[in-house]
């Protein structure tokens, strides 16, 4: 196999591997185990290693020694700084995004909500949870922040994978959605950044309830 296509397989198992987590399809504390990701995702184990270790990078696998590959468990205190990321530079994201907006993310984020709406009509949990990591990763795309998109891409996916008991209903999450996209369509950067905040903040609060309550976590794999 050429390096290129190597490279390009790599790349696809472990974008794979990040949905997998993303939806609950692999879920936090599982162990990766090699043989079966192979036979499932039709792979050998070079490619299945390489997206490892770069998931590893992410905070959304743990390499453990001498026990393999398991989906990152975050601790409480884990939990709730990365929501104080997000907190921070998610609003960022919506306020440029607004400045940005054109006949193409209308497009892109239309399109978005209506699989949400779809998600949600579904009452498939998994459903949802891609639909709103998607959502919140279309504005960071149209807001055209390559560094903010990358560093924000694994950040939501590792919160959403670890924040069982933290999420708020779909249909009132899908509501600030609606509300969020008007503000970026009417290209109001003040607005989108308060109704932003205003999203993230409900969860950040209960992440810090948490940790006021359970202190670091400590997991053994």
Same mark, same amino acid.
């Given at each position: 196999?050429?390096?290129?296509?190597?490279?390009?397989?790599?790349?696809?198992?472990?974008?794979?591997?990040?949905?997998?987590?993303?939806?609950?399809?692999?879920?936090?504390?599982?162990?990766?185990?090699?043989?079966?990701?192979?036979?499932?995702?039709?792979?050998?184990?070079?490619?299945?290693?390489?997206?490892?270790?770069?998931?590893?990078?992410?905070?959304?696998?743990?390499?453990?020694?001498?026990?393999?590959?398991?989906?990152?468990?975050?601790?409480?205190?884990?939990?709730?700084?990365?929501?104080?990321?997000?907190?921070?530079?998610?609003?960022?994201?919506?306020?440029?995004?607004?400045?940005?907006?054109? $006949?193409?993310? +209308?497009? &892109?984020?239309?399109?978005? #909500?209506?699989?949400? %709406?779809? *998600?949600? /009509?579904?009452?498939?949990?998994?459903?949802?949870?891609?639909?709103?990591?998607?959502?919140?990763?279309?504005?960071?795309?149209?807001?055209?922040?390559?560094?903010?998109?990358?560093?924000?891409?694994?950040?939501?996916?590792?919160?959403?994978?670890?924040?069982?008991?933290?999420?708020?209903?779909?249909?009132?999450?899908?509501?600030?959605?609606?509300?969020?996209?008007?503000?970026?369509?009417?290209?109001?950067? $003040?607005?989108? +950044?308060? &109704?932003?905040?205003?999203? #993230?903040?409900?969860? %950040?609060? *209960?992440? /810090?309830?948490?940790?006021?309550?359970?202190?670091?976590?400590?997991?053994?794999?």
């Amino acid at each position: 196999m050429s390096e290129s296509r190597f490279e390009d397989l790599a790349e696809q198992v472990y974008r794979t591997l990040r949905d997998m987590i993303l939806t609950g399809d692999l879920v936090p504390g599982q162990k990766l185990v090699q043989q079966a990701l192979s036979e499932r995702l039709g792979v050998s184990r070079t490619p299945l290693l390489a997206s490892f270790s770069k998931l590893e990078k992410e905070m959304l696998v743990e390499l453990v020694p001498r026990r393999g590959a398991f989906v990152k468990i975050l601790s409480a205190t884990e939990l709730l700084q990365l929501y104080e990321i997000r907190l921070r530079l998610e609003p960022l994201g919506a306020s440029e995004a607004a400045i940005r907006m054109d $006949a193409a993310g +209308e497009r &892109l984020l239309n399109s978005v #909500l209506e699989i949400h %709406r779809e *998600a949600v /009509a579904s009452g498939i949990a998994a459903k949802v949870r891609l639909a709103d990591y998607r959502f919140h990763m279309a504005i960071v795309s149209i807001a055209h922040n390559p560094i903010l998109e990358r560093i924000l891409s694994s950040f939501a996916i590792v919160s959403k994978s670890n924040q069982s008991g933290l999420m708020k209903p779909a249909p009132k999450s899908l509501a600030e959605h609606e509300a969020l996209k008007a503000a970026l369509f009417a290209h109001d950067q $003040a607005l989108a +950044e308060k &109704l932003m905040l205003e999203h #993230l903040v409900e969860a %950040r609060d *209960a992440a /810090a309830r948490l940790a006021e309550r359970a202190g670091t976590i400590r997991v053994e794999y």
